[in-house]
């Protein structure tokens, strides 16, 4: 089948290499031109594992081209996915002007009948407005379907999460658009739930504030665990054992980051809001999830008593492993409350240096992990990568001056650590 994804961010562009990987001809479309260039030339704007092959695989093989023009995109396509941003506004609701602006673009190109598919994540009832602007746009009486197909992938697991997908959420008014996308979804064997429009944008915002509950219930569960003298991880390993509960998103540690959690989560209490309904819950998760850092930097202080002038060497600065977007990353504020206090910072981070830069003027960017320690009072670990599982510690402690870990992952075996001679401390544990 033809498709075009129109903006190629993380969702979109994923999208269109897998789609074009099980055999579909896709066009990426992006406003940016230097994007397009870079993407043209070969190269990938983000960092995602699997995602440079999967592209040049497939741009070598003609199934996958990118363009700077929407047009193209909807001359050739029977499907149009939309999957650009839908950035915070500062009232915590959503800023849908490039969805709007996209649907008067498509508006202005259909000529014959296209379904046009968002896989923004938007507030319910965007569909209902996407389908009134086309009509409104549109010059001729084309015909048209709008559909909502919300995306659950993760960052640093998109690729899988796409090829492998839990569940397809198919939201449309008529059966015509729901057969397309089943075939055009066949191919990764999914179970596929068809809905209507509302239900399927509520599915996602419903999906990702469900996960962040978990992580704030988890989080809140260290601090009861901290008090008592319990560990949080024989308690989430004793309930996520329940099927009904599940062992999934609850490992307490920083509390959640990106560039979804935090937004969707104050989008969705706005939208409930709009809607006549006071989310008490969500605004619940979201002061622990604040909660949880400033418990973090206490934790520090109180090790280090002054934070002002201690060197710190802090492991991490994506927002989670396998990435390096650094936005909202709980990694980054710590450092960025560090730096406040005083401290004098050394980072290092496998994939999200470059990116830190800007964020993190005065600190010392460390090229190897195990150099990191020199000179240190302490280090912090920030992020879970699994490479830092694999730091010499013997080393880390002969390079500090106080051989000092907080850990903000439960990286670290607690009792390990102490062996080594560290003063460590953790998340609940
Ligand atoms: C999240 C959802 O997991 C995806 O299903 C969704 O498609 C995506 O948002 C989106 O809306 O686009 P992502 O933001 O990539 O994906 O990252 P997650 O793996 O969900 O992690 C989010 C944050 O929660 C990270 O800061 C991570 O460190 C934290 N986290 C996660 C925990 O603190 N504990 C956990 O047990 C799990």
């Known amino acids: 089948m033809d498709i075009a994804i129109i903006g190629t961010g993380y969702v979109g562009l994923v999208t269109g290499a897998c789609f074009a990987e ?34 040049r695989a497939n741009v070598a093989a003609g199934r996958l081209r990118f363009s700077g023009s929407v047009r193209d995109g909807v001359e050739e396509a029977l499907v149009i996915f939309i999957a650009v941003p839908t950035p915070p506004l500062p009232d915590g609701g959503v800023d849908l002007s490039f969805i709007e602006a996209v649907a008067r673009e498509i508006a202005g190109c259909l000529t014959e009948y296209r379904i046009v598919v968002d896989k923004s994540t938007v507030p319910v009832k965007t569909g209902e407005k996407v389908a009134e602007t086309i009509k409104r746009y549109c010059k001729s009486r084309v015909d048209f379907d709008v559909v909502s197909n919300p995306e659950f992938l993760r960052e640093g697991f998109a690729v899988q999460d796409l090829m492998r997908p839990d569940r397809v959420v198919i939201g449309a008014r008529s059966p015509r658009p729901v057969q397309r996308l089943k075939e055009l979804y066949a191919p990764f064997q999914a179970p596929v739930i068809v809905t209507d429009i509302n239900s399927a944008e509520l599915i996602k915002h419903a999906a990702n504030s469900f996960l962040a509950l978990k992580i704030s219930y988890i989080n809140a569960m260290a601090a009861l665990c901290e008090a008592s003298g319990a560990n949080v991880q024989e308690v989430a390993n004793g309930i996520g054992m329940d099927k009904r ?15 979804c959690f935090p937004k969707d989560l104050s989008a969705f209490i706005k939208i409930a809001e709009q809607l006549g309904y006071d989310f008490a819950l969500l605004k619940e998760v979201r002061n622990i999830n604040a909660q949880q850092m400033d418990r973090f930097i206490r934790k520090i202080a109180d090790t280090l008593w002054v934070i002002k002038d201690k060197r710190i060497g802090v492991l991490g600065l994506a927002f989670k492993q396998n990435t390096d977007d650094v936005r909202q990353s709980p990694a980054i504020e710590v450092c960025q ?16 240096m470059e990116k830190a830069k800007a964020l993190l003027p005065d600190a010392t960017f460390v090229e190897e992990m195990n150099d990191l320690a020199e000179g240190c009072d302490a280090l912090v670990v920030a992020t879970e990568w699994p490479e830092f599982k694999q730091l010499d510690l013997d080393r880390a402690r002969r390079l500090m001056t106080h051989p000092i870990m907080i850990d903000g992952r439960n990286l670290f075996d607690p009792n390990e650590m102490e062996r080594l001679g560290f003063i460590y401390k953790s998340i609940g544990r």
Do not use: N, T, W
């Not at 406040?340 to 994939?351: N, Q, Y």
């Open 22 to 55: 099980v055999g579909h001809r896709v066009v990426c479309v992006d406003s940016d031109e230097s994007k397009v260039r870079l993407l043209q030339g070969g190269g990938i704007p983000i960092y995602e594992p699997g995602l440079d092959e999967l592209v």
């Open 245 to 259: 509960i599940g062992r999934a998103f609850l490992d307490a540690g920083l509390g959640f980051g990106g560039s």
């Open 337 to 352: 409350r560090l730096a406040r206090e005083g401290a004098i910072l050394r980072v290092h981070d496998p994939r999200a």
